[in-house]
C-alpha cells in the first residue's frame, strides 16, 4: 500500500491507543491532507476525523490526530467498548493521481 | 441532508460489464457542490478508489482502472453511475458511492454499500 498502517492495536477500557498512517514525500509529505475514517462491521466507512483535528457532528473529542513529515496518527483515548472497528487513513498521491486509503487498523478493545 | 443509495445487479458474469447506478437524495446532485464518486472493498480487504465525477460531467479516474472504467452522471435522475468493463472475479467486492466537497477533501457522504459478486 502507498499509505502503511499496523494492522491492529489493542487496549483496555479507558486506555489511550495510537494508529499510525506513513506515506511518502508524494502524499503526506507533499501536504495533502490526511482523514481517517471509522468502519464498523458489516457497515460503511464513516468519517471520523478530517484534516486538521476537524470532526464531524457527533464525533467525540476523544478522537484526535497529529501529523509530522511522511507520516499522520490517530489518537483514541478513553477507549470505550463501541470503539472497536477498523480505521482507515486517506490521503492524495500526486506521483501516482490518485485518493489513496491505508489498508486498514483494526482495534480491539480488551 | 443529501442520503446516497447504491443500485444494480449482485451478480455480473466474468468478462461482462459492471453496472450500478447511485441514487442523491435530499439535495440536487447539480446544485450540492459534490465531486460524486465510487469506491470498492474486495472481501476481507481495504478500500479501493475508482473515480470521480462533477455534475459538469467532468471525471477522474483510478489509473489502473481506468481502460475499463466509466463514470456518467445524469442530472435529471439525480443519479450518477458506473461502469466497469470486462470485469473478472477480482472485482467482486463491495461498491460505495461517495461524494466530497473540494479536491482532496474527505469522502464526508457514503451510500450504504452494494455487493457485487463476480462468477459465472
Known amino acids: 500500500s502507498v499509505l502503511t498502517q499496523p494492522p491492529s492495536v489493542s487496549g483496555a477500557p479507558g486506555q489511550r491507543v495510537t494508529i499510525s498512517c506513513t506515506g511518502s514525500s508524494s502524499n503526506i509529505g507533499a501536504g495533502y491532507d490526511v482523514h481517517w475514517y471509522q468502519q464498523l462491521p458489516g457497515t460503511a466507512p464513516k468519517l471520523l476525523i478530517f484534516a486538521n483535528n476537524n470532526r464531524p457532528s457527533g464525533v467525540p473529542d476523544r478522537f484526535s490526530v497529529s501529523k509530522s513529515g511522511t507520516s499522520a496518527s490517530l489518537a483514541i483515548t478513553g477507549l470505550q467498548a463501541e470503539d472497536e472497528a477498523n480505521y482507515y487513513c486517506q490521503s492524495y498521491d500526486s506521483r501516482l493521481s490518485v485518493y489513496v486509503f491505508g489498508p486498514g487498523t483494526e482495534v480491539t478493545v480488551l | 441532508q443529501l442520503q446516497l443509495h447504491e443500485s444494480g445487479p449482485g451478480l455480473v458474469k466474468p468478462s461482462e460489464t459492471l453496472s450500478l447506478t447511485c441514487s442523491v437524495s435530499g439535495g440536487s446532485i447539480s446544485t450540492a457542490n459534490y465531486y460524486w464518486g465510487w469506491i470498492r472493498q474486495p472481501p476481507g480487504k481495504g478500500l479501493e478508489w475508482i473515480g470521480n465525477i462533477y455534475y459538469t460531467g467532468s471525471t477522474f479516474y483510478n489509473p489502473s482502472l481506468k481502460s475499463r472504467v466509466t463514470i456518467s452522471v445524469d442530472t435529471s435522475k439525480n443519479h450518477f453511475s458506473l461502469r466497469l468493463s470486462s470485469v473478472t472475479a477480482a472485482d467482486t467486492a463491495v461498491y460505495y458511492c461517495?461524494?466530497?466537497?473540494?479536491?482532496?477533501?474527505?469522502?464526508?457522504?457514503w451510500g450504504q454499500g452494494t455487493v457485487v459478486a463476480v462468477s459465472s
Open positions: 461517495a461524494g466530497y466537497q473540494l479536491p482532496y477533501d474527505p469522502f464526508d457522504i
